[in-house]
């Protein structure tokens, strides 16, 4: 047996231990649903997913049938042909679908996926339950670059804008914590606490002496997060984003069960755990700040999402961290639908409406971690 094969086993075992320690502790329950599950429930949360897509844009005041989206959908990727591809909708119909309602819509989708991923590695590094993707003082971050450029009348460069502060917040941070010694996750979480207050009081001192008009407006949606602005360009940062950063994170879950038990015990597994934190740490940083460039500062989604898939699936990251991927799609799907039809015409930042649902989930599950204890 090669070593890695036989690393690979004593992560899968440490895994498997850390579930049956972790079931003790709760009281000796089994778990709800065996080791298949997480195909399972891959494949219900997919279909759910592409359903959803398809209900989410059908759902406005222009009135349009999921088959009518459906149909629009398939003509513009040229699977249906020209002459059967009315099915019913005007021009404009056609333009608010692929123009407006699907870029939204599948933007929605894949930054939910993005920020449930980084949380629940975030999670995994730092051991810190409470640990949520903006925990680098990423949000603060992008939020000094985004009020920057809005207030400069230069929304253009939002994104960018946006993503540079984020990665600069994590240079501070990473280079803040290494200069106290090694990189661990208490120093990390402190380093990010830090960095995310001086980013944040550069922000409210901007705004403070910048902001006039109409400008708080636009300035307060943005850090209250919305995708009203999402358009193609945006499905091509977000996606691009999530295969170049988000795939390698996808792939680390054995990696990640190895840090169950501390540092020590994933050095004695034969991890590296200084590069591979190092690495994980960027990459996710990477996956949010490109989310956050789009979105704004949404809540709760990479904080609760992957305790709700733990409830299904347990502890194993190679089932949470795909599992998280489509359930945090799903949920952000279903929250800016809301937000842009709850109280039409008028919208309300889609922020509002992850923390008008997150608290009282987030509520429920430590509660219901209460009773078990």
């Known amino acids: 047996m090669s070593l890695r094969e036989h690393t690979g086993r004593e ?87 692929w123009e407006l309602r699907l870029p939204r819509v599948l933007t929605a989708a894949v930054v939910g996926a993005g920020l449930a991923v980084s949380g629940a590695v975030m999670q995994a590094l730092t051991r810190n339950p409470l640990a949520d993707p903006y925990l680098l003082g990423l949000s603060s971050g992008a939020a000094l670059g985004a009020v920057a450029v809005l207030l ?113 015990s994933a050095a004695a597994l034969g991890l590296n755990v200084s590069a591979i934190r190092w690495l994980l740490l960027a990459g996710t940083a990477v996956l949010t700040g490109a989310m956050v460039s789009v979105s704004g500062s949404i809540g709760f989604v990479g904080l609760i999402l992957p305790h709700a898939v733990r409830l299904l699936t347990g502890a194993r990251h190679r089932a949470l961290l795909p599992l998280s991927a489509l359930a945090g799609a799903l949920f952000m799907v279903w929250a800016d639908t809301l937000a842009r039809t709850l109280f039409d015409p008028r919208e309300i930042p889609v922020g509002i409406i992850t923390a008008l649902l997150g608290a009282p989930v987030f509520i429920a599950m430590l509660w219901g971690r209460r009773a078990a204890a």
């Open 152 to 264: 400069l009348g230069a929304a253009v460069l939002l994104p960018v804008a946006a993503f540079a502060g984020a990665m600069a917040a994590l240079v501070l941070t990473l280079g803040l914590a290494s200069a106290l010694g090694v990189i661990t996750p208490t120093r990390t979480v402190l380093a990010g606490l830090a960095v995310s207050a001086l980013a944040s009081a550069l922000t409210s001192f901007i705004i403070f002496f910048s902001a006039q008009g109409d400008s708080y407006r636009e300035v307060l949606s943005w850090l209250m997060g919305s995708l009203s602005a999402a358009t193609w360009n945006s499905v091509a940062i977000t996606v691009t984003a999530f295969v170049v950063a988000g795939t390698p994170v996808l792939l680390a879950g054995r990696v990640l069960d190895g840090f169950a038990f501390g540092d020590t």
């Open 11 to 97: 992560i899968t075992t440490a895994a498997r231990t850390f579930a049956v320690r972790s079931r003790s502790r709760r009281g000796g329950k089994r778990q709800r649903f065996g080791p298949g599950s997480g195909l399972l429930w891959g494949l219900v949360l997919l279909a759910l997913l592409a359903v959803s897509v398809l209900v989410a844009v059908s759902i406005g005041p222009a009135s349009l049938s999921p088959p009518q989206v459906l149909g629009s959908v398939l003509q513009h990727l040229g699977l249906r042909p020209e002459a059967s591809a009315g099915a019913g909708l005007t021009p404009i119909q056609d333009g608010i679908v």
